[in-house]
């Protein structure tokens, strides 16, 4: 299965193979956007969609998508799980977020809070819970579709994707967090939207 064959607009991978210094390279041709230190891509994967580029930071790229009436901007964000909490949420703080209706599809690795599915929380759990609450985010993802990570040693939930806005936004909805288990296209972790 290819991420063509799920019929998904945008594909946003974190912690991408990178060869050369540069994410690998899409077989398909389809147009892509990282971030500067190149640690998450977004691929648009359909024409029928009036996207572009609007910024990127060391751990983000943002695409600003146009609907007739309204721009719903969708960022990657990759949270590295050794920097500090407080300056990634700062360097997300900063993109200008578009204030109504903004997707943010990120890897909030070692962040562990009761509200996304662990039985604890730790610093980096609470820092996102006080950011998502605090920026008027909801989160998308449903903790009975089980875990996000799996390996043969452990299993957590770390992709996050929350939502500001609308949740019938444009008749497109809330995006489906579930993460098909039979793609894997990166060391880390990815979203199809």
Known sequence: MTAKDTNSD????????????FPLGDAHGYPSFSSNRFNCVT????????YSFCNSSLNTVSLNIHFANFTFRLTNAYFQPQDLIDNLITEISHLGLNGFSDLL??????????VWGYGFEDHRGQVI???????????CNRTDLGPTFVTE???????????????????????NPEVPRDLFFSQGVYCLW
């Open 43 to 50: 691929y648009c994967l359909t024409t029928n969609l009036n």
């Open 129 to 139: 819970s006080e950011f998502i609450a605090l920026n008027n985010f909801m989160i």
């Open 153 to 175: 040693n452990a299993q957590g939930f770390p992709d996050l994707t929350p939502l500001r806005g609308s949740p019938s936004l444009g008749g497109y909805g809330c995006p």
């Open 10 to 21: 945008f594909l946003c991978i974190q912690d991408p193979y990178v060869v050369d210094g």
């Open 105 to 114: 599809v990120g890897d909030f690795n070692n962040a562990r809070s009761q």
